[in-house]
C-alpha cells in the first residue's frame, strides 16, 4: 500500500495547516478547490492556481494558467514551473513569487514498536500510553503526548500550553468579530451607496418621463392651436366689418399662441434629447469601461489590504493612469517594506503587482499642479480594456455645463475584496489654470466638476459623453489636516476630505505629455 502524502503550509494566511493529497488536488482561492488558501492574507493566489495529480505512486504539481505563477525550490533557488514536474518528498513549492509556500511531506502512520520493558508503575504507565499514541489518530495522539507530559513531571509545560492556546483562541475570536463588524460596516455604507446610484437613476428617468409626457402636451397643444387658426383663415375669407374685425384680432391671438407653442415645443425636445443622450453615456460608459478600472491596494506584511486610490488602463500592456500624489503613496508603502497592487473592478481575481511608476516632470507636489502619474503592472499578458484619451483640441473645448462621467472608488466604501467602482454624472462648474483664473487656453488645466469626490476616487477618469477620458479626477478644494491614531496606537497625520461640491481634476492633455515621454 502506498504511503499517504500530505501538504503542509509553511508560509501564508493558512500557516500550519495540514491537507492530505487526493488522487488530484487542486489548490487556490476559490471555494471548492481541496487545499484552499486564505483569500484575504493570500490575495495573489489565482481562484484555481495549481493542481497534484497522483500518478505511478508520484505527485505531479502543474500550473494551471495562473496569474502569478508556481515556483519550485530547487538548489536553493526559486524557479518558476514550466510544464509538470513530479516532486519528491521533502519538495517545496509556492503560489506565485511572494505566495503561501507548501512542502510535500510522507503522513505518517501510526505502527508497534517492541520496546524494552520500563521498569515500575510509571514504567508500564509509558509504555501503555506510547503504543496507544501509535494506534491513535492526530487529535489522540497530541492528547496522550500531554498525559505522558503530565506523568512525566510535565504538569506546569501542559498549563501554558493550554493557558497559550486559550489566549490564541480568544485574540482569534476577537479578530473574527472585528473583522465581521469592519465588513458589516463597509457592506451598509456600500448599500447606502448604492442606493443613492439608484436613486440617481430613478430621479432621472422620473425627469425624463416627465419631460416626455411635457413634449407630448406641447405637440398636442400646438396642433389644437394650429387647427384653429386654419379655421379663423377660412372664416375670414368669406367675412366682413365687425365679423372680420373679430377673425383677425383671434388670427392674430392664435398666430402669438402658436409661436409660443413652438418654442415651448422645442424646448421640451431638447430638454428629452439631452437626458436621453445622459442616460444613455452614463449606461455604455459603465458597461465599456467598467474592466478599464482598478483599484490601487497596499498589501501589509500581515496580508491585510488597504485601498488608497483609482487607477485606470491606458495601455494594454499594463500602463495605468492615475494622480501623481497616488504614485507617491505607492512609492511610501514599498520603501516601507509593503506590496503595491491594482485589482480590477468587479474582478478581484485579476489582481497584478505595480513593478515601476512616474509623475508628470512639472507635479510640484500639490494639488495645483500637473497631479498625473503612471504606474506599470507585472503583466505578462495584455489587459481587456484601455479607455481613449482626448486630444488637445478637444480637451480645450471643455467648459461650464458641458456634461462629464466619474467612475472610481469612494474612499469610506472601498472594499479590496470585491471592489466596486461607482459612476457619477456631473457637470462642469468651470475650466482654470493652477492659479484658479482663466487663462490662455492651454494653461487652463484645471476642471473643476461638480461629482462627488472622496480620498479613493483620486487617479479615477473623467469621461465626456463619447466616453473618451477628458481629465483626471484629483481632490477638493477643502481637503484639510487631520489628526487620527494609526495602527500602532500613535497620532498621525492624514488629509481629511468634505465633499462640498468644489471638486477638480487635471485635463488630460497634462496625462498625453506623461505617455509621450513614456514609462
Known amino acids: 500500500m502506498l504511503q499517504p502524502l500530505v501538504l503542509v503550509c509553511e508560509r501564508g494566511g493558512r500557516l500550519g495547516a495540514r491537507f492530505p493529497v487526493e488522487p488530484v488536488t487542486t489548490l487556490g482561492r476559490a471555494p471548492g478547490v481541496e487545499v484552499q488558501v486564505d483569500p484575504a492574507k493570500d490575495p495573489l493566489v489565482s481562484g484555481r492556481h495549481a493542481s497534484l495529480v497522483l500518478r505511478d505512486g508520484q505527485a505531479v504539481l502543474t500550473d494551471l494558467g495562473s496569474t502569478n505563477g508556481t515556483f519550485v525550490l530547487h538548489s536553493g533557488a526559486w524557479r518558476r514551473l514550466e510544464g509538470e514536474l513530479a516532486l519528491p518528498i521533502g519538495a517545496r513549492f509556492s503560489l506565485g513569487s511572494d505566495g503561501p509556500v507548501f512542502a510535500l511531506e510522507a503522513e505518517v502512520v501510526g505502527t508497534q514498536v517492541a520496546a524494552a520493558p520500563l521498569p515500575g508503575r510509571t514504567g508500564l504507565m509509558k509504555a501503555y500510553l506510547a503504543g496507544e499514541v501509535a494506534r491513535s489518530t492526530r487529535v489522540l495522539r497530541w492528547g496522550l503526548a500531554l498525559l505522558v507530559l503530565v506523568f512525566a513531571g510535565g504538569a506546569a509545560v501542559l498549563v501554558q500550553t493550554l493557558l497559550t492556546h486559550r489566549d490564541t483562541q480568544d485574540a482569534q475570536a476577537r479578530e473574527a468579530v472585528a473583522s465581521r463588524q469592519a465588513f458589516e460596516a463597509r457592506a451598509e455604507a456600500l448599500q447606502r451607496d448604492l442606493d443613492a446610484t439608484r436613486a440617481d437613476l430613478t430621479t432621472t428617468q422620473k425627469k425624463l418621463d416627465a419631460a416626455e409626457a411635457a413634449l407630448t402636451g406641447a405637440g398636442q397643444r400646438l396642433a389644437s392651436t394650429a387647427g384653429k387658426l386654419t379655421e379663423v383663415e377660412l372664416a375670414l375669407t368669406a367675412a366682413e366689418g365687425s365679423?372680420?374685425?373679430?377673425?383677425?384680432?383671434?388670427?392674430?391671438?392664435?398666430?402669438?399662441?402658436?409661436?409660443?407653442?413652438?418654442?415651448?415645443?422645442?424646448?421640451?425636445?431638447?430638454?428629452?434629447?439631452?437626458?436621453?443622450?445622459?442616460?444613455?453615456?452614463?449606461?455604455?460608459?459603465?458597461?465599456?469601461?467598467?474592466?478599464?478600472?482598478?483599484?490601487?491596494?497596499?498589501?501589509?506584511?500581515?496580508?491585510?489590504?488597504?485601498?488608497?486610490?483609482?487607477?485606470?488602463?491606458?495601455?494594454?500592456?499594463?500602463?495605468?493612469?492615475?494622480?501623481?500624489?497616488?504614485?507617491?503613496?505607492?512609492?511610501?508603502?514599498?520603501?516601507?517594506?509593503?506590496?503595491?497592487?491594482?485589482?480590477?473592478?468587479?474582478?478581484?481575481?485579476?489582481?497584478?503587482?505595480?513593478?515601476?511608476?512616474?509623475?508628470?516632470?512639472?507635479?510640484?507636489?500639490?494639488?495645483?499642479s500637473e497631479d498625473v502619474g503612471l504606474v506599470r503592472l507585472e503583466l505578462t499578458g495584455e489587459l481587456p480594456v484601455v479607455v481613449p484619451v482626448a486630444s488637445w483640441l478637444e480637451v480645450i473645448a471643455l467648459g461650464p455645463g458641458q456634461p462629464i462621467y466619474t467612475l472610481g472608488f469612494p474612499g469610506k466604501v472601498m472594499n479590496p475584496d470585491?471592489?466596486?467602482?461607482?459612476?457619477?454624472?456631473?457637470?462642469?462648474?468651470?475650466?482654470?489654470?493652477?492659479?484658479?483664473?482663466?487663462?490662455?487656453?492651454?494653461?487652463?488645466?484645471?476642471?473643476?466638476?461638480?461629482?462627488?469626490?472622496?480620498?479613493?476616487?483620486?487617479?479615477s477618469p473623467i469621461f465626456d459623453a463619447k466616453g473618451r477620458v477628458v481629465a483626471v479626477n484629483n481632490g477638493v478644494l477643502s481637503a484639510r489636516k487631520i489628526v487620527v491614531r494609526g495602527d500602532n496606537g500613535r497620532l498621525e497625520e492624514d488629509i481629511g476630505y468634505d465633499a462640498n461640491g468644489l471638486n477638480f481634476g487635471v485635463r488630460a492633455d497634462a496625462l498625453t505629455e506623461l505617455l509621450e515621454k513614456g514609462l
Not at 491585510?304 to 495601455?315: K, N, Q, W
Not at 482654470?432 to 466638476?449: A, K, L
Request: one cysteine or more; hydrophobic letters at 40%.
Open 418 to 459: 470585491a471592489p466596486s467602482a461607482d459612476l457619477r454624472a456631473a457637470v462642469i462648474s468651470r475650466v482654470t489654470d493652477f492659479e484658479n483664473s482663466t487663462s490662455m487656453p492651454g494653461s487652463n488645466r484645471m476642471v473643476w466638476h461638480s461629482a462627488l469626490t472622496t480620498k479613493g476616487t483620486s487617479g
Open 243 to 368: 365679423s372680420r374685425r373679430k377673425l383677425e384680432a383671434q388670427a392674430q391671438d392664435l398666430t402669438a399662441l402658436k409661436t409660443r407653442y413652438e418654442v415651448e415645443l422645442q424646448h421640451t425636445q431638447e430638454a428629452v434629447e439631452s437626458l436621453r443622450q445622459k442616460e444613455e453615456a452614463a449606461t455604455s460608459i459603465a458597461r465599456r469601461y467598467e474592466m478599464a478600472v482598478f483599484m490601487l491596494v497596499v498589501v501589509h506584511p500581515d496580508h491585510s489590504l488597504d485601498g488608497f486610490c483609482t487607477a485606470f488602463a491606458v495601455e494594454a500592456s499594463g500602463l495605468l493612469a492615475t494622480n501623481a500624489h497616488c504614485v507617491e503613496a505607492a512609492e511610501g508603502a514599498v520603501k516601507s517594506g509593503r506590496r503595491v497592487v491594482a485589482r480590477m473592478n468587479k474582478r478581484p481575481d485579476q489582481t497584478w503587482r505595480v513593478v515601476n511608476w512616474s509623475r508628470h516632470k512639472d507635479y510640484d507636489g500639490s494639488a495645483f
